[in-house]
């Protein structure tokens, strides 16, 4: 049992480049998150879904786009990345209580 | 909507000290509370949470936290620092039918000997 496990852990882009970040949970998990961590502003959530099929935007969608078209995984795109997107980004699962999130251990994107 | 305050961004203690990290919610539901720990470089461990019942809710390392209903608040305690507890502290709520954890900002906490 794994958990949730987050693909790259690292990562260096060039402005406008694109690239997808995946999370995989082994949990049956209905929910997942998407959640980017800047220094001071603790952590903000960019996208979620409550199912397979479903997607819906957070507090800072803006420059993201998400899909789950399977249960166990939730991809996040950045079609074309700005140095504003240089963050730690974290995924989390949850079960039907969603009573709390259980967290990958982040991808570290630099955008240059 | 929800809200956490934490405050102090940075909180220092001696070890053997109490440490005591401040944390208010706003919700229009009842809320579910949570303190999760990040070390250097590393994902977020939950350290405890409060869903209903007991409002002393005990969790790991040591550390516990209080449901305060009428001063909204959901304060992290631990009775004797070590150097180990040096990490960054967040409190996060959610509500009962929530789409997701609302974050603080986050406490720092250094330990010093």
Not at chain 1, 94 to 102: D, I, K, P, T
Not at chain 2, 46 to 73: D, Q, R
Not at chain 2, 76 to 88: F, R
């Amino acid at each position: 049992n794994a958990g949730v496990t987050q693909t790259p852990k690292f990562r260096v882009l060039k402005t406008g480049q694109s690239m997808t970040l995946l999370c995989a949970q082994d949990m049956n998990h209905e929910y997942m998150y998407w959640y980017r961590q800047d220094p001071g502003m603790g952590l903000r959530l960019i996208h979620y879904s409550v199912g397979e099929g479903t997607t819906a935007k957070g507090e800072v969608p803006d420059g993201y786009n998400v899909s789950r078209l399977k249960k166990q995984n939730f991809l996040l795109g950045l079609e074309s990345a700005a140095p504003s997107q240089t963050s730690v980004y974290f995924c989390a699962s949850a079960g039907v209580g969603r009573e709390n999130g259980f967290f990958g251990p982040g991808t570290r994107l630099t955008v240059l | 909507a929800q809200s956490v305050t934490q405050l102090g961004s940075h909180v220092s203690v001696s070890e053997g000290a109490l440490v005591l990290l401040r944390c208010n919610y706003s919700s229009s539901v009842p809320p579910y509370l949570f303190w999760y720990v990040q070390y250097p470089n590393q994902g977020l461990q939950l350290l405890l949470k409060y869903t209903t019942g007991a409002t002393l809710v005990k969790g790991i390392n040591g550390f516990e936290a209080e449901f305060k209903k009428s001063e909204t608040s959901f304060h992290l305690t631990k009775p004797s620092a070590h150097m180990s507890d040096a990490a960054e502290y967040f409190c996060a709520v959610s509500d009962q039918a929530g789409t997701a954890l609302i974050f603080g900002k986050g406490t720092t906490l250094s330990v010093s000997s």
